[in-house]
């Protein structure tokens, strides 16, 4: 099961920084945290993931705390095209388990 | 590199018939999953599989349901006497394997089942 808690739903204004957060404090030492969203009837979309560092690439910047018992998603500059339903997931022996996860929606 | 390709996309079976899903992982991929997600809900968790084995069906039913991945030809989940609870999408996604790397799994766009 979900080792994640997320709120159920964010709004956020075009064009700005959406700033998505997760718990995962039963986490362990060598737990990775991986990001997945998925817009409406699509397949999940793999966002990025990390371990301890906090990490970037072209979607978002991931930023973990330093216990790990946290993190936070950051999508820079949200476009209407980012209103999903966010997953933050903790990978438990090979497997990925979603919880419900947020639904961003980005308002114009 | 062609991602992880589901079918068919949608399927319509009566009560009682069968249905069968398809998932062809990515290339170089040897290790497969199986979600399932039932309408407004998150996807469940139901089987993850290896070539010619079942690594963890922890999530599947325990009756009706199996899944196979064969050493060739695609991933194949199989529902037996399908019921109208069974309407839901399934989902596929690939790994390369699993190690204490990292690695990230890639999923297909699903397939509908609607059972009538």
């Known amino acids: 099961d979900a080792k994640t808690t997320q709120p159920p739903s964010m709004d956020c204004a075009e064009g700005r920084a959406a700033n998505l957060p997760c718990n995962h404090s039963t986490i362990s030492g060598n737990e990775y945290v991986y990001w997945y969203r998925q817009i409406h009837s699509q397949g999940p979309q793999y966002i990025i993931h990390g371990l301890k560092n906090n990490e970037t690439n072209e979607m978002a910047s991931l930023i973990i705390t330093e216990d790990r018992k946290s993190s936070t998603l950051i999508l820079p500059h949200a476009t209407l095209r980012d209103t999903a339903v966010y997953y933050c997931?903790?990978?438990?022996?090979?497997?990925?388990?979603f919880g419900s996860g947020t639904k961003l929606n980005v308002k114009p | 590199n062609a991602g992880v390709m589901q079918n068919p996309r949608h399927l319509v079976r009566r009560r009682g018939q069968e249905a069968r899903l398809r998932c062809s992982p990515m290339?170089?991929?040897?290790?497969v999953y199986w979600y399932r997600q039932l309408p407004e809900e998150g996807l469940k968790f139901m089987v993850y599989?290896?070539?010619?084995?079942?690594?963890?069906e922890s999530g599947m039913p325990k009756e009706r349901f199996s899944a196979e991945f064969p050493k060739e030809g695609p991933s194949i989940l199989r529902i037996q006497q399908v019921v109208r609870g069974d309407s839901a999408a399934y989902f596929c996604?690939?790994?390369?394997?699993?190690?204490?790397?990292?690695?990230?799994?890639?999923f297909g766009e699903g397939s509908w089942l609607t059972v009538v």
């Open positions: 996604a690939s790994s390369p394997g699993w190690d204490r790397s990292g690695n990230t799994i890639y």
């Open positions: 599989l290896q070539k010619e084995n079942i690594i963890d």
């Open positions: 997931i903790v990978r438990v022996e090979g497997k990925f388990y």
């Open positions: 290339k170089g991929h040897s290790h």
